[in-house]
């Protein structure tokens, strides 16, 4: 890889424009600045943790200006915002249990941004309940409501958004329109106990009809090239399981040059987060 990628060779490896890229616009040098930053690992992004955290910078820049959803994300969302939000305007958290009627700087302590707009939406109180159907099969209910708080950058004065939605994830995905998430994380869940037991990267069956077939439903919401960040749990994808015992910056570089393909995406391995419970990484996502 070359230590910086100007416009053309960016539109040449991503197929598209850069006038449909925001801020690829800028002039060359800064894009120079930014693609090197990146390579090299020390743009604002890696959170000072270059030895642990890595994007390819053509799979940054192609989704900048965009949306990060992660569903099931509980606290683990500091990391994805100081990594993030000086590229994407918009965040969406969803999990079953966040509470908004306390304490609401537990989701504001990741970063030093100015914090100038936040609401809430829906009933903050509202607690998962235990339902049964005619039939006697229980089930979890909890009303929906969403924090959204809007920041400003306290280097660029950009503004961006994080909403952290209550709720279930496979429903929170049926909100976004289709082609508008950027980027899609899936980390740290599980099948048992505390998990959500819901495969979003995976054409799973299940009974419960939101929870079926769930890449299938993700890859409309995705935008053509995405970025996708898995640490392999909660999927049925072989290449996204298996991590060989590796770091995650050795399995991206076994598995860098190498194309798999699942439903109707392409998979190539861009990079490496920090580890959360094991390795975490970073896939270019392509419509074919």
Request: glycine content about 8%; overall charge positive; charged content about 25%.
């Amino acid at each position: 890889m070359k230590p910086f990628l100007l416009r053309g060779e960016i539109e040449g490896r991503l197929g598209i424009r850069s006038s449909a890229i925001p801020h690829a616009r800028s002039s060359r040098q800064e894009t120079r600045r930014i693609a090197a930053k990146a390579f090299l690992g020390y743009g604002p992004y890696v959170g000072d943790v270059s030895a642990e955290t890595f994007i390819e910078p053509e799979s940054l820049l192609a989704v900048q200006g965009g949306t990060l959803f992660y569903p099931s994300a509980g606290s683990d969302y500091g990391d994805f915002l100081t990594l993030f939000h000086p590229y994407l305007e918009s965040f969406v958290f969803a999990d079953l249990y966040y509470n908004f009627s306390s304490n609401l700087n537990r989701f504001r302590r990741w970063s030093d941004c100015g914090l100038i707009e936040s609401q809430i939406v829906g009933n903050a109180k509202a607690r998962v309940e235990r339902r049964r159907t005619d039939s006697g099969r229980t089930y979890r209910f909890v009303e929906p409501a969403y924090l959204i708080d809007v920041y400003a950058s306290s280097k660029t004065k950009r503004r961006f958004s994080v909403t952290f939605r209550r709720g279930f994830g496979q429903y929170a995905l049926r909100e976004f329109a289709p082609e508008s998430v950027n980027v899609f994380v899936h980390r740290g869940d599980s099948t048992g106990e505390g998990g959500s037991n819901v495969f979003y990267l995976s054409n799973k069956w299940s009974h419960i009809e939101p929870c079926g077939f769930l890449f299938d439903k993700l890859s409309t919401k995705l935008v053509r090239n995405a970025i996708v960040i898995s640490d392999g749990s909660n999927t049925q994808i072989p290449f996204l399981k298996e991590r060989f015992g590796a770091t995650g910056a050795e399995a991206y570089q076994f598995l860098r040059s190498e194309t798999f393909y699942f439903a109707d995406r392409s998979f190539r391995c861009a990079g490496y987060l920090r580890s959360r419970y094991q390795p975490t990484l970073v896939w270019a996502v392509e419509q074919r």
